[in-house]
């Protein structure tokens, strides 16, 4: 069985824009909003799909959901070339797009999703036990019958995830879920994906510029920019490939009568006459589980701390130093990910 | 076969969810009805003052001219009520909410027009059925088996000329997002100019509405079919019969236009 979901080799898309130059005249000229991008999705991963604003995300996503037509290069979605078989795709996936509901405006909530299940003509069985699955997950009960127009940002978003699963699509396409959603919201979303992903059958591909979602949901990250794939692996992988690490402060009862030896861990500092020290984590192949054990096995622990990367800074590293060098990773990752390690 | 009746069945639940959400405040839409039902009105009264002043025009009564009135004004009423709302496009372009249709396992044009239906234009229709029933029982018209059905169909067709031109005419949206009122021009544009007969005008625009639009098939020739009555303009008397054939050609080049728009979309995104 092939469980390559999405596919695309070389898959470019240009648009002509027009600039004043005299009174009259105007110059056109092409620009690439996605330039040449090869991806392979494969079944059951959660693909966080990242970029500064312009980098092309939106337009990708709008040539795999069968809105845009590429100008070059081989898209393939479920198997479908997605503008040709628009509506069979339509069958297959679910979109949120953040901006554009697909709730009806006026109607209470419950209502979009019965006329969803006539949209996407879902036999009424199996709609009625999604939708009670998914009014539980997202927990819908309290605001089912309030019109769309009243709900907050928060329970609208909801809502929209639960439209876009009612006919079980194999791929959720989602652009920016959680923008502008309140705290407790943002968890709700996040703790549901993780379900949906941790349930395997679903692959989804998010944009976000969310850091918590990237660390929270997203084993695999692509990371575009100026239309090009600046990045394709796990969030690990991008702490390698940065030199961000994590740290492992301990403070023991004794000094160490040996030197601890873990690959792939670091002794960064030792202070307090040998009690205070620490450990940085290359993140891929020690966990700081492992350290402590380590630890634990051969000292009096008294105290230890462990401290995160800062993916703020490697993201924003990542966006600003890699314009020019489109360096893909040697490894392709496995298709479940590598989630970094707690 | 399945597939289709779904969709079809789909397309009705669409429309019985806009319909229902218009009539929710049932104070309110009984106003919009109201108001709905009388522009009709008022044009029927510009379209008589015109008959204070001249018995006839180009050489018919007022009670021609409210035949051909009764027929111009039921089939564009009929297709501002089924296509009307298409106009919404250019919002849905500019807000790129087409994205959100696109999206869906269903026909972009069948969804716009269902998405979108707005339930209180149908008073105009009402009236307007109204006052054609009222013309031809006034007019002195030769009945015949041939006449009653035309009676029937000419209303249709027009409607689907209008249709098309209503569909045409949006989808310059897709070329020009700030295209404003350039199809409103040509939809309510030719509802005025389908409400008298053709002979009154001049020639140049007469070519261009009349016969290069095909506005003549909508109130003048299924008029002239009913009275009985030949072209003053010598057009052939089979000529009078031909709004189907007409509204066909139309509705097929309003479609190829249509899916050349889309198909612009999808490429520029814009």
Not at chain 1, 66 to 73: A, D, E, F, I, M
Not at chain 1, 154 to 163: A, D, K
Not at chain 2, 89 to 111: C, F, M, T
Not at chain 2, 186 to 192: A, C, I
């Amino acid at each position: 069985m092939n469980d390559t979901v999405i596919e695309t080799t070389g898959l470019r898309k240009e648009f002509t824009v027009t600039r004043k130059v005299g009174r009259l005249r105007r110059a056109r000229h092409t620009v690439a909003a996605v330039d040449g991008i090869d991806l392979r999705v494969e079944r059951g991963e959660l693909l966080g799909y990242l970029g500064p604003n312009g980098a092309g995300k939106s337009t990708t996503l709008k040539m795999l959901t069968g809105v845009l037509l590429p100008t070059s290069g081989q898209v393939h979605v479920c198997g479908l070339v997605p503008v040709p078989a628009r509506r069979r795709l339509a069958q297959r996936i679910g979109v949120v797009f953040g901006q554009r509901s697909q709730l009806w405006w006026d109607l209470p909530l419950r209502s979009s999703f019965e006329l969803a299940r006539h949209v996407w003509q879902v036999p009424a069985a199996e709609h009625a036990t999604r939708l009670a699955r998914l009014r539980d997950a997202l927990e819908l009960d309290p605001f089912l019958d309030t019109p769309v127009r009243q709900l907050s940002l928060g329970q609208r978003m909801r809502g929209e995830l639960t439209i876009s699963l009612l006919h079980a699509p194999a791929v959720l396409f989602l652009d920016e879920p959680t923008i502008g959603l309140d705290v407790v919201s943002k968890q709700a979303v996040r703790a549901f994906l993780t379900e949906l992903r941790d349930r395997g059958d679903t692959t989804v591909v998010l944009t976000t510029h969310d850091l918590a979602d990237i660390e929270r949901l997203c084993r695999r990250l692509v990371v575009i920019d100026h239309g090009r794939v600046v990045h394709d692996g796990s969030l690990a992988d991008l702490h390698a490939r940065y030199g961000s690490r994590r740290r492992v402060l301990v403070e023991l009862d004794e000094p160490l009568a040996t030197p601890l030896q873990v690959p792939g861990v670091e002794l960064e500092a030792s202070t307090a006459e040998g009690r205070l020290l620490t450990y940085s984590l290359d993140g891929v192949s020690a966990t700081a589980g492992e350290l402590v054990a380590r630890l634990a096995s051969v000292a009096q622990l008294r105290d230890i701390s462990v401290q995160e990367p800062e993916i703020e800074d490697v993201i924003a590293r990542l966006y600003t130093t890699v314009k020019d060098t489109a360096v893909s990773l040697p490894s392709q990752p496995d298709p479940r990910g590598r989630a970094p390690s707690r | 076969m399945a597939e289709l009746t779904g969709r079809w069945h789909a397309y009705r639940h669409l429309l019985g969810a806009q319909v229902r959400s218009q009539t929710a405040y049932r104070a309110s839409f009984a106003i919009d009805l109201a108001t709905n039902a009388f522009i009709p009105v008022i044009d029927l009264l510009a379209l008589l003052a015109t008959f204070r002043v001249t018995p006839t025009l180009g050489g018919f009564t007022a009670g021609d001219v409210l035949v051909m009135y009764g027929l111009s004004a039921s089939a564009f009423a009929l297709a501002d009520l089924v296509v009307g709302n298409i106009e919404r496009i250019r919002i849905y372009v500019r807000e790129g909410l087409l994205d959100a249709i696109l999206i869906r396992p269903l026909g972009v044009l069948a969804q716009l027009v269902t998405v979108d239906f707005t339930l209180r234009r149908i008073a105009r229709l009402i009236v307007a059925l109204a006052v054609l029933v009222i013309a031809v029982t006034r007019a002195d018209i030769p009945w015949t088996p041939a006449r009653v059905a035309l009676l029937g169909w000419a209303p249709i067709a027009g409607a689907v000329l209008f249709g098309a031109i209503f569909v045409a005419g949006s989808t310059v949206a897709f070329w020009w997002i700030e295209s404003g009122e350039i199809a409103s021009s040509f939809t309510y544009g030719g509802r005025d100019f389908t409400s008298y007969p053709i002979n009154v005008y001049g020639q140049l625009f007469r070519r261009l509405f009349a016969y290069g639009l095909g506005f003549a098939f909508i109130g003048y020739y299924p008029a002239l079919a009913l009275l009985g009555r030949s072209d003053p303009l010598g057009a052939p008397d089979w000529l009078r019969w031909c709004a189907p054939a007409a509204s066909i050609v139309a509705a097929t080049a309003a479609a190829i236009v249509w899916r050349f728009g889309v198909r612009h979309y999808r490429s520029t995104g814009s």
